[in-house]
């Protein structure tokens, strides 16, 4: 750039004052025209020629015209008229009306009138600037500015300049920029700029609190559990938080301090803000409008007449959703009183867009007309020098933006919506892709069949662009359309495709029904992951206007519907339960000829995502039954041919692991998608159905473990009979063959699902697995129940055992349940052996349970040792009531020592099942409980103070004859230790007088 003379232009203060006096110069006043050659002071109305080499002040009123080589220095309201070669500053409120080759310095508050091109000045912050053509540049700093060949350029830069008539353009420096909020001049009480030389009508930031005003679009989440994915709190939330905030409040204020964190924002957008707000926001605007951004003026004029007009007082306030194809911003009008003039009103505009999160641009007029000319542009970037926004929120010639007014209340009926479908309020003239895209994303279908006839009489070329009605990242409308679901405006955008010419139809149709984004994701995956059943009907009948004999060669590949990854939609479907969805993609299939299914239906079906997994097994993991129901109505197209050679692999729905759909249903419980998967397992064909059936019943993972195994592990009663009816698919003569291994469910190390549900006191899943035992065939009961039944782990510990330990009462008693199931020759070989529920070391589980003080699983345990034939009690019973450890301690004696008087009044009751004839040769025994060293258990009981176990035992003690019991106890209390001292003694040593005072009442009782 050219050079320009700078002066540092003082404001005229006394010192400068008294300098000028004290220079000897000719004052001027009321003349017309005068020339001066040397030093002078005009004013008063003046009107004086400065000739070259004169120096001239100007005041008040007067006029000056600076001849080359006059220097003029202009104050007041003075006006100078800066020739070649002449030298002006102009400062306070004067006037220079600037020609070519001058040297022009405007201050503060002072206004330069660019006359002819090729002119230039060096401008500071609160100066004026007018073009030639009447546009109006107000400057917010330092800058200089030339005007060449019509172009405006600041510090070396090219400016757009808004049009005359239609507001006024701000200019800063552009270089180094200071930040995008820099291109607005601030109201605020922290950040004053007193001298602006324009009011509030101008577009301003208002920000009362912290500056510059912070960009935290896309930056804060919404909260969400640990695990799940994040999602950006976007543009779209935030204004839709914006909005809630202005039409909830009765003057319409916002409160922006929630605003100014991640942490607020995250806090306060998800009240208001979430996506379904939005939506919902957008769903029951009173108006939409699609609108050129450069007519915003006359937008807001019409708005601010519809609030005067719904209020008797004129007051009022109205929310507008401002939309680009990539953006989305708010605006809240307001009309209040005037404070001067109570026939006005003031009329405030106030601004939001999200990447200035925590401030406005804001605008206050007295009268409409001052907002005719407005543009959307001005309000986004103000003087458009600083990192401009409006370039980036609309690309590739978008001109056009979608505007809501948005209602504080939820409709019935949202407003928009009509018999035809929904309609815009109004529509800008014109079309480009922009305006089809905002039609096809906003579901204004009735617009869109509006276009019908003016479409037809288009070219070619133009019909294809609209067609494909790409937004700034080529994501097309119809795209939009399928991915939120607006079937009535897909079925307008059909009858558009239809105006296209056969030859234009086979060129181009596949290619627009493809409507992939950016990323490479087809429409029609977004529809079937959101479940957009109609939608996807209305795609249907798209894709029916394909030529015949190009059908096949685009349809599959349209129907596979992958995303970037590989995903198809149909796994997104399954995986997400859209059961209506999957439907409707099977109208969508019916579509492929009979001839062409064989190669194509499979490989659609299998529906796998990047990693391999497909889509039943996804349906069959989240439990969505009507989803899998539905699969199964697609699996009815294959052919008889593809069912015999692939429906198994499809039914096994393994993941990249290896392990089935139905392994993950048992495991979480799902036992209406179990359901569902038997409906599945009866298209089966016969030649196959034996040898997969029992492969897709095992349902093994991975590792080998079974699904019947996790569901018994986990409880799932509901899946556990959900999984027997799947078993009543076995065919009668294969059932001896396969259902016990089926029903031992056995982990790669052994252990079965029924010792898990005995070891976490499943009570309600072992009768349900008691359930599953009933469909074993007679013959195979007695080969196999009583081995199913000792359900013994890696170790050879029994699921009884585990029960036992764990004090698992009503799992005890459910195991007691199918132990009746046992034929009579099973129960009198095994019962004993069952009901020892030995460990690896020889450990009875009674002997657990008296030493964890178990009292109900031992009462429970005794109602199994009544299902003993009498043969075997007579012979055993002593031998389980002993409950023996592997050094011989029994387990009452345990009992004892830890004091569970409880467990011991429990097994008293045990005792009582002692055959008659047998009962006073083994009581004794029974009842001295020694260890192996001899010690009983009252001694240890004494020893330890257990005064209530005590008790419990001398209950024990009533069972023996009485004549027998005097001398038993007297043998005990005289048992010594190795020291000498009997229990008694040791008891009065360690002070257990309790335990004492419970023996005496012992000997009280016994004669």
């Not at 005041?59 to 070669?85: E, I, K, L, M």
């Not at 060096?122 to 172009?151: F, I, R, S, Y």
């Not at 056969?502 to 959101?530: I, N």
């Not at 020893?943 to 005990?972: C, D, M, S, T």
Request: overall charge negative.
């Amino acid at each position: 750039m050219e050079g320009i003379t700078r002066f540092k232009f003082h404001p005229q203060t006394d010192a400068l004052t008294s300098q000028e006096h004290a220079v000897s110069q000719e004052t001027i006043q009321g003349h017309d025209r005068k020339a001066v050659k040397g030093p002078a002071l005009v004013k008063d109305r003046a009107r004086v020629t400065a000739q070259r080499g004169s120096v001239v002040t100007v005041q008040d009123d007067a006029t000056v015209w600076a001849n080359p080589g006059a220097t003029v220095n202009a104050f007041g309201r003075s006006t100078v008229h800066a020739h070649r070669d002449a030298t002006v500053n102009a400062q306070g409120e004067s006037t220079v009306m600037v020609y070519r080759h001058s040297h022009v310095t405007v201050g503060a508050r002072a206004t330069a009138m660019f006359k002819e091109d090729d002119t230039q000045l060096h401008a500071a912050e609160g100066a004026v600037v007018h073009l030639p053509d009447g546009a109006v540049v107000a400057v917010t700093g330092d800058t200089d500015l030339t005007l060449k060949n019509g172009m405006l350029t600041v510090d070396g830069g090219s400016v757009r300049v808004v049009k005359p008539g239609e507001g006024m353009t701000m200019i800063r420096t552009v270089s180094p920029s200071p930040g995008h909020h820099a291109a607005f001049p601030v109201y605020n009480k922290e950040v004053q700029r007193p001298n602006l030389p324009f009011g509030k009508s101008v577009p301003y930031l208002s920000k009362k609190n912290a500056y510059p005003p912070a960009s935290l679009n896309c930056v804060a989440t919404f909260p969400a559990p640990a695990g799940a994915p994040e999602i950006d709190i976007a543009c779209r939330h935030l204004s839709a938080q914006y909005l809630y905030d202005c039409l909830h409040d009765e003057a319409g204020k916002v409160d922006l301090n929630p605003f100014e964190s991640v942490e607020q924002i995250a806090q306060h957008v998800s009240e208001n803000g979430t996506e379904a707000d939005y939506k919902t926001m957008r769903r029951d605007a009173q108006e939409a409008h699609l609108i050129k951004t450069d007519h915003l003026g006359k937008l807001l004029i019409d708005q601010f007449e519809k609030i005067e007009g719904e209020s008797p007082s004129g007051a009022g306030v109205r929310g507008l959703l401002v939309e680009s194809i990539e953006h989305t911003m708010a605006i809240r009008l307001r009309v209040k009183p005037h404070p001067q003039d109570a026939n006005k009103k003031i009329y405030v505009v106030t601004f939001y867009d999200s990447n200035m999160t925590d401030a406005t641009v804001r605008c206050e007029v007295d009268d409409l007309s001052k907002l005719n000319g407005q543009t959307l542009r001005q309000y986004i970037d103000g003087d458009g020098q600083h990192d401009s926004y409006y370039s980036s929120y609309f690309r590739n010639d978008e001109d056009c933006a979608l505007v809501y007014v948005c209602s504080p209340q939820a409709t019935q009926q949202p407003p928009l919506q009509t018999s035809q479908g929904r309609a815009l309020t109004s529509r800008c003239e014109g079309l480009s892709p922009a305006v089809m895209w905002q039609l096809l994303d906003g579901n204004f279908s009735v617009d869109l069949a509006g276009l019908s006839e003016d479409f037809a009489k288009l070219d070619v070329e133009t019909q294809i662009t609209l067609l494909a009605a790409k937004g700034p990242d080529d994501t097309p409308g119809l795209f939009m359309a399928l991915q939120e679901g607006h079937t009535e405006t897909i079925r307008a955008y059909g009858e558009l495709l239809k105006q296209l010419s056969e030859q234009a139809r086979v060129q181009y149709l596949a290619m627009l029904l493809e409507e992939k984004d950016a990323s490479g994701t087809p429409g029609l995956f977004m529809a079937l992951q959101r479940g957009h059943a109609e939608a996807i009907r209305a795609y249907r009948e798209l894709l029916e206007q394909l030529p015949e004999k190009d059908r096949v060669q685009y349809l599959a590949a349209l129907l596979e519907a992958k995303d970037a990854d590989g995903t198809p939609g149909l796994f997104m479907a399954l995986q997400r339960g859209h059961a209506e969805a999957i439907r409707a993609y099977r109208e969508l299939l019916e579509q492929l000829p009979e001839k062409d299914r064989v190669q194509y239906l499979a490989a659609l079906l299998e529906a796998k995502d990047a990693d391999g997994t497909p889509g039943l097994y996804m349906a069959l993991q989240e439990g969505h039954a009507e989803a899998i129901r539905a699969y199964g109505e697609l699996l009815k197209q294959l052919s008889e041919q593809v069912r015999v050679q692939y429906l198994a692999t499809l039914l096994e729905a393994k993941d990249l692991d290896g392990t089935p759909g139905l392994y993950m249903a048992l495991q979480e419980g799902h036992a209406e998608a179990i359901g569902a998967y038997e409906e599945l397992l009866k298209q089966l064909p016969k030649e196959a159905r034996i040898q997969s059936l029992v492969t897709l019943l095992e349902a093994k993972a991975a590792d080998g473990t079974p699904g019947l195994y996790v569901a018994l592990l986990d409880g799932h009663v509901e899946a556990i009979h959900a999984y027997g009816e799947l078993l009543k698919q076995l065919p009668e003569g294969d059932r001896v063959q396969f259902l016990p291994m089926l029903f031992e469910a056995k982990k790669a190390n052994g252990t079965p699902g029924l010792f898990m549900a005995l070891q976490e006191g499943h009570t309600e899943a072992i009768r349900a697995y008691g359930e599953l035992l009933k469909q074993l065939p007679e013959e195979a009961r007695v080969q196999y129940l009583a081995t199913l039944l000792e359900a013994k782990n890696a170790d050879g510990t029994p699921g009884l055992f585990m029960a036992l330990q764990d004090g698992h009462a009503e799992a005890i008693r459910s195991y007691g349940e199918l132990l009746e199931q046992l034929p009579k020759e099973a129960r009198d070989q095994f019962l004993v052996t069952l009901l020892e529920a030995k460990d690896l070391d020889g450990t009875p589980g009674l002997f657990m349970a008296l030493q964890d003080g178990h009292a109900e699983a031992i009462r429970s345990y005794g109602e199994l040792l009544e299902q003993l034939p009498k043969e075997a009690r007579d012979q055993f019973l002593v031998t389980l009531l002993e409950a023996k450890d592997l050094d011989g301690t029994p387990g009452l004696l345990i009992a004892l020592e830890e004091g569970h008087a409880e467990a011991i009044g429990a097994y008293g009751e045990l005792l009582k099942q002692l055959p008659e004839q047998a009962r006073d040769q083994y009581l004794v025994t029974l009842l001295e409980a020694k260890d192996a060293n001899g010690k009983p258990g009252l001694y240890v009981a004494l020893e330890n103070g257990h005064a209530e176990a005590i008790r419990a035992y001398a209950k024990l003690l009533k069972q023996l004859p009485v004549e027998a019991q005097a001398p038993f106890l007297v043998a005990l209390v005289e048992v010594k230790d190795a020291t000498g001292m009997t229990g008694l003694q040791v008891a009065s040593l360690e002070g257990h007088v309790e335990a004492i005072q419970a023996y005496s009442g012992i000997t009280q009782g016994i004669t």
